[in-house]
């Protein structure tokens, strides 16, 4: 019994860390006999502000219910994002859903989140401080979230380039000081 106490104390520590953003919440009407039943859904990103971020869905008769199961399937579907000195992107990037297509750029220092709704929920979560990103098509939360998510997976960063090719990651930038490689 003790041991499943100090697990719980680890979970909390670990949510204490969590940042989440409610998107968006739908109401949603199912006609019966006696009239209309009401139920909520909702949508909701979770993020470390460190380069861990998750979104999640829950639908429930009530908002904080809906909210809370949320937040729970958006804890479980977390990915590591690899960020560029801790602030942007690595590289450009699309990403599409259905008809969500959004397109990620990397910004110099200073730039700030220059991004709308959903997307920029999921940048202030994930802790980046300098990006520029674009939605095209569809304006749905769903689906945008899902599209930058999809940006996401297609990301590689310089230390994973170089561990799949088997160099270092000077390698991978070519070093032009190099004695050898000037003539």
Known sequence: ?????KQDKNNSK???????KLVGINRV????KGGR???????????????????????AKEVPEAIKKATD???KNMVK????EGRTL????KGHYGAGRVVLRSAPSGTGIIAGGPMRAVFETLGVQDVVAKSIGTSNPHNMIKATFDAF???????????????????IFGNKTNPETIN
């Open 153 to 171: 997976n297609s990301m590689n960063s310089p230390r994973n380039i170089a561990n799949k090719r088997g160099k270092k990651v000077a390698d």
């Open 14 to 20: 670990e949510d204490s860390d969590l940042v989440d």
């Open 37 to 59: 039943r009401f139920g909520f859904a909702a949508l909701v990103v979770v993020g470390d502000q460190r380069g861990k971020v998750g979104f999640g869905t829950g639908k």
């Open 81 to 84: 994002v690899p960020m560029k």
């Open 90 to 93: 690595h590289h450009d990037m």
């Open 29 to 32: 009407a199912k006609v019966v």
């Open 73 to 75: 399937d958006a804890k």
């Open 1 to 5: 019994m003790a041991r499943v106490q």
